[in-house]
């Protein structure tokens, strides 16, 4: 909001709420009215005037620690002065105050070139070697509110450095102005408050305390925020220089909350991510994933040309030739079916959709790289697409908001961040999950624990659940892991009927809820239009400039495995998809290795890829345009950011084969796509209703077997977080949950800590033990953080494992 000065010295009020309670104030000569309890330095920016601070950030409680932003009040509101300036970051204006910033008084810029004399006494001149050099607030600020020349020539304090806060974060403490703007948000915002100010006076300094080191998944954000070099990455450190960067806005691709980011590079490499500025979704903070893991798509084994399979072996080709052999090949291959993971782009998935169902007459084709379920689809056909009952303002005025087969603060971290905002407000969370996370410790929320396979009871009674308190203020968040519990998703469909709660579907992946529009399932058609639907196939038909389409509803992930397996399809058309997070791993590899005709799309050369008939080099987000669209439905569209020839988007791919095929898909380009998205539309027509499911006990363990839970941690062994050792090294340490009577039955006699040898029927894993608020009968693992993962090495989700211990 801002306002126009006239010439008679009285600025234009905005338009505001009547309802609001304004106060008239003076700034510099210019009336304004504002809300109550505005603060002096917030009014002051209505008005154009930029008084100068440190500490203040406009995400963070008040704290008036750097004394930069100090202002003259000639008049309070009652008619005195206050005695001496006074900091505008914690000054509320009152009715009738007069302020003076250092642009009309003497006084205020004194005292503010007074504070930045102080600020500069100890801290270095180092602006040469400093990373904050070029983009520094003190910097700026020391030319433009400190005076001309230094009085001081004494010996500056120095300490040793830097200090390694965590293995990404590090700190020169002689740089440090003592803003807190680190602390703050350590406490406030992500609720780790592993770092603190030590000492008193003039040696007062951030510091870490003893056996807390700054591990939490946000530490980035305090790298950002600060406003000197006292707080820099280990990663980024004395690599580039902020003028030799060219920066791009873009959107984070490792989660479906849609993250704002602004992406530096130098010479067609990404030097550093930063968080982007966007109030609607993730406000100015990302997690570290997001901002440290992009170095995967400059790995060795990158692909930068075509392979096909001449004579066993992997060759170099051209791109017709690697297209030509493609199409002959998945045309000998006689039926054929598309499996893609959820990173691809609502672009690259519309064309995967329009791929199968145009060039392979088929709709055998699963986004769903994970376990699911036939429930799942359904739900995903019913209710999801061009859905958007929950938006992130709506977590934060929800009066309770549920928690069902999520995690946020490992599988959707904007939400998690929003969520620990709410709950510090009136909002409660309630989860329904085998333990009480260390997320949910931060967000205050209520456990009702839960064993895996009995989520769908356990919604049923949160329906009249006194305690939880349930209605139309509520809002419900399911994961994707619900699928793997039966009736589960059927279950807070009708919790949601039953209450007026608005419910969402959280994926993990941020493509997933785009190749949901896109049609990327074997029972939906793009933009909502069921297969099912005669309507609907004969309007995408239409569209399309096809004469008909498939009409059967196509096989599942799970079902194309088998069906491969046994023979029954011969060809694959295969994208991004990692067998180790497949329902059944060693599975998955062997109807790959069966199949009579592979085509993989890969950015690396991954085992998929290596056992594929013609490889195709995909481009990474970086060079490439696109669309994620995030779970509550919001396009977040970007532009590409590199230029590299060497790949090319899946969508031109497909293209290029299709071209082969005989059956033109009419795009080249992601901006093509779109276009033709756009045009195609929702479907208006009513969707099929989900059938409901009727809850099933869930299956009780053998005497002496535990039930398997487990979910990602955010940090992990996924291959998109490749090539940063320093980010790999914050991952939280994998380990065994089990509650207090389990460990005493079964590890008492060793005393602690020891160690848990796990056994399914995939195989085994040992980790250490830790105790844990969960059930009875429960044993939690991370499912990616050990070995190739609980999927590979031990066994489904749900299932029962076996456990033996012994000492650590």
Same mark, same amino acid.
């Given at each position: 909001?801002? %306002?126009?000065?006239?010439?008679?010295?009285?600025?234009?009020?905005?338009?505001?709420?009547?309802?609001?309670?304004?106060?008239?104030?003076?700034?510099?000569?210019?009336?304004?009215?504002?809300?109550?309890?505005?603060?002096?330095?917030?009014?002051?920016?209505?008005?154009?005037?930029?008084?100068?601070?440190?500490?203040?950030?406009?995400? *963070?409680?008040?704290?008036?620690?750097?004394?930069?932003?100090?202002?003259?009040?000639?008049?309070?509101?009652?008619?005195?002065?206050?005695?001496?300036?006074?900091?505008?970051?914690?000054?509320?204006?009152?009715?009738?105050?007069?302020?003076?910033?250092?642009?009309?008084?003497?006084?205020?810029?004194?005292?503010?070139?007074?504070?930045?004399?102080?600020?500069?006494?100890?801290?270095?001149?180092?602006?040469?070697?400093?990373?904050?050099?070029?983009?520094?607030?003190?910097?700026?600020?020391?030319?433009?509110?400190?005076?001309?020349?230094?009085?001081?020539?004494?010996?500056?304090?120095?300490?040793?450095?830097?200090?390694?806060?965590?293995?990404?974060?590090?700190?020169?403490?002689?740089?440090?102005?003592?803003?807190?703007?680190? %602390?703050?948000?350590?406490?406030?915002?992500?609720?780790?408050?592993? &770092?603190?100010?030590?000492?008193?006076?003039?040696?007062?300094?951030?510091?870490?305390?003893?056996?807390?080191?700054?591990?939490?998944?946000?530490?980035?954000?305090?790298?950002?925020?600060?406003?000197?070099?006292?707080?820099?990455?280990?990663?980024?450190?004395?690599?580039?220089?902020?003028?030799?960067?060219?920066?791009?806005?873009?959107?984070?691709?490792?989660?479906?909350?849609?993250?704002?980011?602004?992406?530096?590079?130098?010479?067609?490499?990404?030097?550093?991510?930063?968080?982007?500025?966007?109030?609607?979704?993730?406000?100015?903070?990302?997690?570290?994933?997001?901002?440290?893991?992009?170095?995967?798509?400059?790995?060795?084994?990158?692909?930068?040309?075509?392979?096909?399979?001449?004579?066993?072996?992997?060759?170099?080709?051209?791109?017709?030739?690697?297209?030509?052999?493609?199409?002959?090949?998945?045309?000998?291959?006689?039926?054929?079916?598309?499996?893609?993971?959820?990173?691809?782009?609502?672009?690259?998935?519309?064309?995967?959709?329009?791929?199968?169902?145009?060039?392979?007459?088929?709709?055998?084709?699963?986004?769903?790289?994970?376990?699911?379920?036939?429930?799942?689809?359904?739900?995903?056909?019913?209710?999801?697409?061009?859905?958007?009952?929950?938006?992130?303002?709506?977590?934060?005025?929800?009066?309770?908001?549920? @928690?069902?087969?999520?995690?946020?603060?490992?599988?959707?971290?904007?939400?998690?961040?929003?969520?620990?905002?709410?709950?510090?407000?009136?909002?409660?969370?309630?989860?329904?999950?085998?333990?009480?996370?260390?997320?949910?410790?931060?967000?205050?929320?209520?456990?009702?624990?839960?064993?895996?396979?009995?989520?769908?009871?356990?919604?049923?009674?949160?329906?009249?659940?006194?305690?939880?308190?349930?209605?139309? /203020?509520?809002?419900?968040?399911?994961?994707?892991?619900?699928?793997?519990?039966?009736?589960? *998703?059927?279950?807070?469909?009708?919790?949601?009927?039953?209450?007026?709660?608005?419910?969402?579907?959280?994926?993990?992946?941020?493509?997933?809820? /785009?190749?949901?529009?896109?049609?990327?399932?074997?029972?939906?058609?793009? /933009?909502?239009?069921?297969?099912?639907?005669?309507?609907?196939?004969?309007?995408?038909?239409?569209?399309?400039?096809?004469?008909?389409?498939?009409?059967?509803?196509?096989?599942?992930?799970?079902?194309?495995?088998?069906?491969?397996?046994?023979?029954?399809?011969? /060809?694959?058309? &295969?994208?991004?998809?990692?067998?180790?997070?497949?329902?059944?791993?060693?599975?998955?590899?062997?109807?790959?290795?069966?199949?009579?005709?592979?085509?993989?799309?890969?950015?690396?050369?991954?085992?998929?890829?290596?056992?594929?008939?013609?490889?195709?080099?995909?481009?990474?987000? %970086?060079?490439?345009?696109?669309?994620?669209?995030?779970?509550?439905?919001?396009?977040?569209?970007?532009?590409?950011?590199?230029?590299?020839?060497?790949?090319?988007?899946?969508?031109?791919?497909?293209?290029?084969?299709?071209?082969?095929?005989?059956?033109?898909?009419?795009?080249?380009?992601?901006?093509?796509?779109?276009?033709?998205?756009?045009?195609?539309?929702?479907?208006?027509?009513?969707?099929?209703?989900?059938?409901?499911?009727?809850?099933?006990?869930?299956?009780?363990?053998?005497?002496?077997?535990?039930?398997?839970?487990?979910?990602?941690?955010?940090?992990?062994?996924?291959?998109?977080?490749?090539?940063?050792?320093?980010?790999?090294?914050?991952?939280?340490?994998?380990?065994?949950?089990?509650?207090?009577?389990?460990?005493?039955?079964?590890?008492?006699?060793?005393?602690?800590?020891?160690?848990?040898? @796990?056994?399914?029927?995939?195989?085994?894993?040992?980790?250490?033990?830790?105790?844990?608020?969960?059930?009875?009968?429960?044993?939690?693992?991370?499912?990616?953080?050990?070995?190739?993962?609980?999927?590979?090495?031990?066994?489904?989700?749900?299932?029962?494992?076996?456990?033996?211990?012994?000492?650590?």
């Amino acid at each position: 909001m801002t %306002t126009t000065p006239e010439k008679t010295g009285q600025a234009v009020a905005p338009a505001v709420d009547p309802a609001v309670d304004l106060v008239n104030v003076t700034i510099d000569g210019i009336q304004i009215s504002v809300p109550k309890d505005t603060l002096v330095i917030r009014a002051a920016e209505q008005i154009g005037v930029q008084v100068p601070r440190f500490c203040d950030h406009p995400l *963070l409680a008040p704290v008036g620690a750097c004394r930069q932003c100090l202002v003259d009040i000639p008049d309070a509101g009652n008619g005195k002065p206050m005695p001496k300036p006074q900091a505008s970051c914690t000054l509320p204006v009152t009715e009738g105050m007069v302020v003076q910033t250092q642009v009309t008084s003497p006084v205020a810029d004194k005292a503010q070139q007074g504070i930045m004399e102080f600020l500069l006494i100890n801290h270095p001149l180092d602006c040469p070697v400093c990373d904050k050099g070029g983009e520094c607030p003190l910097q700026n600020q020391a030319m433009s509110n400190g005076r001309g020349e230094t009085r001081f020539d004494g010996v500056k304090r120095t300490f040793p450095k830097p200090i390694a806060l965590s293995p990404q974060v590090l700190l020169d403490r002689e740089r440090c102005i003592v803003c807190q703007r680190c %602390t703050r948000f350590t406490d406030e915002i992500a609720g780790d408050p592993f &770092i603190a100010l030590i000492e008193r006076g003039a040696q007062q300094q951030i510091g870490v305390a003893d056996d807390a080191p700054f591990l939490s998944y946000f530490s980035g954000n305090t790298i950002q925020i600060c406003p000197v070099g006292a707080l820099t990455s280990a990663e980024y450190r004395f690599r580039s220089r902020p003028f030799d960067l060219v920066s791009t806005p873009s959107v984070a691709e490792h989660d479906s909350c849609g993250a704002a980011i602004r992406v530096d590079h130098r010479r067609g490499k990404v030097m550093r991510r930063l968080a982007g500025n966007d109030p609607e979704v993730n406000e100015e903070w990302i997690s570290d994933k997001d901002r440290f893991a992009f170095h995967y798509a400059r790995q060795p084994d990158r692909l930068s040309h075509p392979l096909i399979r001449e004579d066993g072996e992997l060759r170099p080709a051209s791109w017709p030739e690697a297209f030509a052999v493609a199409a002959q090949g998945l045309r000998a291959a006689g039926s054929s079916a598309v499996l893609t993971g959820g990173r691809v782009t609502a672009e690259d998935a519309y064309a995967y959709s329009k791929f199968a169902r145009v060039a392979l007459g088929t709709n055998d084709i699963d986004f769903r790289a994970r376990p699911h379920s036939a429930e799942e689809a359904d739900f995903l056909t019913s209710f999801v697409p061009m859905s958007n009952e929950v938006e992130y303002a709506d977590l934060e005025t929800a009066s309770v908001v549920v @928690l069902a087969g999520l995690e946020p603060e490992d599988e959707a971290a904007s939400i998690f961040l929003r969520l620990r905002k709410a709950s510090m407000g009136r909002t409660r969370i309630v989860a329904v999950a085998p333990f009480t996370t260390r997320g949910l410790q931060k967000m205050d929320g209520r456990l009702i624990a839960t064993v895996p396979g009995d989520e769908a009871a356990a919604l049923r009674a949160l329906a009249n659940d006194g305690e939880t308190a349930l209605d139309a /203020g509520g809002v419900i968040l399911v994961g994707e892991r619900l699928a793997q519990s039966h009736g589960a *998703l059927t279950a807070a469909l009708e919790l949601a009927r039953t209450t007026g709660a608005r419910l969402a579907w959280v994926p993990r992946r941020a493509g997933d809820r /785009g190749a949901v529009e896109s049609g990327c399932l074997p029972t939906l058609l793009p /933009g909502g239009r069921p297969v099912a639907d005669a309507g609907a196939r004969v309007d995408a038909a239409t569209a399309w400039g096809t004469g008909s389409l498939p009409d059967a509803a196509g096989r599942d992930g799970n079902a194309i495995i088998a069906a491969l397996g046994k023979g029954q399809i011969g /060809g694959l058309v &295969i994208g991004g998809v990692d067998p180790r997070d497949t329902s059944d791993p060693a599975a998955t590899m062997a109807a790959i290795e069966s199949a009579q005709f592979v085509v993989s799309l890969e950015l690396r050369l991954t085992e998929v890829a290596a056992r594929a008939d013609v490889v195709f080099p995909v481009a990474p987000v %970086t060079d490439k345009a696109g669309t994620f669209i995030t779970w509550e439905g919001r396009p977040r569209p970007f532009e590409a950011v590199l230029v590299n020839p060497a790949s090319l988007p899946d969508l031109r791919i497909l293209a290029g084969i299709a071209d082969e095929l005989g059956s033109p898909l009419g795009f080249r380009t992601p901006h093509d796509v779109r276009a033709e998205m756009e045009s195609m539309g929702p479907w208006d027509a009513a969707r099929p209703p989900l059938n409901p499911v009727k809850e099933k006990k869930a299956p009780r363990t053998k005497a002496g077997a535990l039930v398997l839970a487990t979910w990602k941690h955010l940090l992990d062994l996924g291959s998109m977080q490749d090539g940063d050792a320093n980010l790999a090294a914050t991952a939280r340490a994998a380990v065994a949950r089990v509650n207090p009577a389990t460990y005493d039955a079964l590890f008492g006699m060793l005393g602690e800590p020891a160690t848990a040898t @796990l056994t399914g029927d995939r195989g085994s894993v040992t980790l250490p033990v830790e105790v844990g608020d969960l059930p009875d009968g429960v044993v939690w693992v991370p499912a990616n953080s050990a070995g190739r993962g609980v999927l590979a090495d031990l066994a489904s989700p749900g299932s029962s494992v076996t456990i033996k211990g012994a000492r650590r």
